[in-house]
């Protein structure tokens, strides 16, 4: 009896919400890099994707603030939008709203005041305060992300505090061959250090030309494999040693492209890595698919040690659909205090 009595007045307690830094470790510590794609009167769109502390936790508000003794904008307003969701950190989309897989919700939508930063203090706090309408649970599946539109922005510009290892080394890819028709895909091969356990290594993978909203799968190979397959319409460069799904082509038969990510491997460094995409097509004559051309490259070397499992993405524009430069910025992200 006194058992259950206990179970319940657990079960019965309130749930506090606790005080949670993203990316984790910089509630008292600087991350030290400005971040200026904040405040524009043009406004502007972010979006970050954080598995750098899977605790779960409801959430219902974002603070920010600046770097210590930085000046910046004095009070205003801006009129904003966030949304919070979850994503697999391993699949981060240069189309923003692909990202955004499951426990969507805009939280917020209005105007919201920005603090009053043109005297610098030495211990700036998290004073640039977002408050939800309703509290959004993070269930510590996938990572965190939270979004941010926002315009008509009183002042010119700002600066937040940042958190930021290093920027990845990239190789450009070799393509190995033609594609079915016009379908034509692309490949870089990226490396941005052993920095945290579940990402580091990344390929950048997308194609054009494909069969309008087909269903996707890339291929992945340590060497070509030049094998001609009857009833394929192209030639197989990459064996199915790794088939994962990459989701579909949308109706212009345009495969945006994702970051491929995953944790560092010290032993692929200048390692050859095949990638080749494989899409349903039951217009084809002979077997139902349709390839890419394939695509082989060196993983680069990279010396970076420092980073959070974290990454993020901006583009101008209140309304903007693409990360800009097909780029997702990993090993940090704007420092964010969510509770």
């Not at 307690?13 to 524009?40: E, K, L, R, Y």
């Not at 770097?67 to 923003?96: C, K």
């Amino acid at each position: 009896m006194i058992k259950t009595l206990l179970s319940l007045a657990v079960l019965a307690a309130p749930v506090v919400a606790q005080s949670t830094t993203i990316p984790a470790g910089f509630d008292s510590t600087p991350g030290g890099n400005s971040f200026f794609h904040w405040g524009s009167t043009a406004g502007r769109t972010m979006q970050v994707a954080d598995r750098s502390n899977p605790r779960p936790r409801p959430i219902s508000e974002l603070s920010f603030r600046r770097l210590p003794n930085a000046t910046s904008f004095p009070a205003g307003t801006i009129d904003a939008e966030v949304i919070m969701s979850q994503n697999p950190m391993s699949f981060l989309d240069i189309h923003f709203d692909s990202n955004e897989r499951s426990n969507r919700r805009s939280v917020l939508k209005g105007t919201v005041n920005t603090p009053d930063w043109s005297v610098a203090v030495p211990n700036p706090t998290f004073d640039f305060t977002f408050k939800f309408a309703a509290t959004w649970v993070y269930t510590g599946q996938d990572a965190l992300m939270w979004t941010i539109r926002y315009s008509n922005s009183t002042h010119s510009g700002g600066s937040m505090d940042r958190a930021f290892g290093a920027i990845r080394i990239t190789t450009a890819a070799t393509s190995l061959g033609a594609g079915c028709g016009n379908l034509t895909g692309t490949m870089d091969v990226q490396n941005s250090g052993n920095y945290a356990a579940e990402v580091g290594m990344h390929l950048l993978v997308g194609a054009t030309g494909a069969p309008a909203n087909a269903p996707a799968w890339i291929l992945i190979d340590s060497q070509p494999a030049n094998l001609t397959i009857p009833g394929l319409c192209a030639t197989l460069q990459a064996l199915p040693n790794i088939m994962l799904p990459y989701g579909a082509a949308d109706a212009a038969g345009t495969l945006t492209k994702k970051y491929l990510t995953f944790p560092y491997i010290g032993s692929l460094v200048s390692g050859t890595v095949v990638s080749q995409l494989l899409f349903f097509d039951p217009s084809q004559t002979g077997l139902p698919f349709a390839l890419t051309g394939g695509h082989s490259g060196t993983m680069p070397a990279s010396s970076n040690t420092l980073g959070t499992a974290t990454a993020y993405a901006w583009n101008s524009g209140a309304t903007a659909t693409v990360a800009t430069g097909d780029f997702w910025f990993f090993t940090g992200a704007p420092v964010a205090n969510a509770k």
